[in-house]
């Protein structure tokens, strides 16, 4: 094959080279639903068809949902913005009776958020150690630490109250973003898990009636139903 004629220089050859050489190929569209589902096992996501699913196929926009994704978004928009000193303390409360999209919409922000995420039962946080010999790898140090950590059944068991008490004050410290979603009202909410004065008063002074509220998209509660 011919590369260099005496009339031609190198630049001409490169040129007739990049001509003749293939097209780059487009990169292929990132499928969304099969990245949620592939996130799902390491973010202790339930394997239930039904809620797995949702979160392959997308789910549709519930009053749960929605309230869900705007808090989530909210805190990421903060987190990712370079001029940003620090992370926005962020918590979201889903009250109300079964059957009100609590768990998909918590499961699915977990399986979509591009952060480090985690979702647990009250159930499971009972048999999570406190203490191991490497505190910083231990898994409970991994649920204070996470991005975004969802907190599933709030009324299943109470035993684990002063647990969960102790995550939403140390998330709230360390500027992380907490969800979490039971069968209970939210009268019931704040007095078994919001007991420090300063802070349910701020989310207090923005609750009414049941209605979507907001502080600086930092607390929010949500009474379905």
Not at 29 to 55: K, T
Not at 75 to 82: C, F
Request: net charge neutral.
């Amino acid at each position: 094959m011919r590369l260099l004629s005496s009339d031609e220089g190198i630049e001409d050859v490169i040129a007739r080279l990049r001509a003749a050489a293939p097209p780059p190929e487009s990169p292929k569209p990132v499928n969304l639903g099969a990245l949620r589902l592939s996130r799902c096992d390491a973010r202790g996501i339930p394997n239930h068809y039904q809620v797995r699913e949702i979160i392959r196929d997308g789910a549709r926009e519930t009053k749960a949902v929605s309230a869900v994704t705007s808090t989530v978004n909210a805190y990421m928009k903060v987190r990712s913005d370079e001029k940003s000193v620090g992370s926005l303390p962020t918590l979201m409360v889903l009250c109300g009776p079964p059957r009100t999209g609590k768990t998909v919409a918590l499961s699915f922000a977990v399986a979509a958020v591009e952060a480090s995420a985690l979702y647990v039962t009250t159930y499971q946080l009972a048999d999570y150690p406190r203490m191991t010999r490497s505190y910083e790898d231990s898994p409970w140090n991994r649920l204070r630490q996470v991005d975004v950590l969802a907190i599933d059944e709030l009324h299943a068991d109470e035993t684990v109250i002063p647990r969960v008490k102790s995550l939403i004050y140390e998330r709230w410290d360390n500027g992380r973003c907490t969800l979490l979603g039971g069968n209970l009202t939210v009268s019931v909410f704040m007095e078994r898990y919001l007991c420090d004065p300063a802070l349910r008063r701020r989310v207090a002074e923005e609750y009414e009636g049941g209605r979507l509220s907001h502080l600086e998209f930092a607390v929010t509660v949500k009474e379905l139903g």
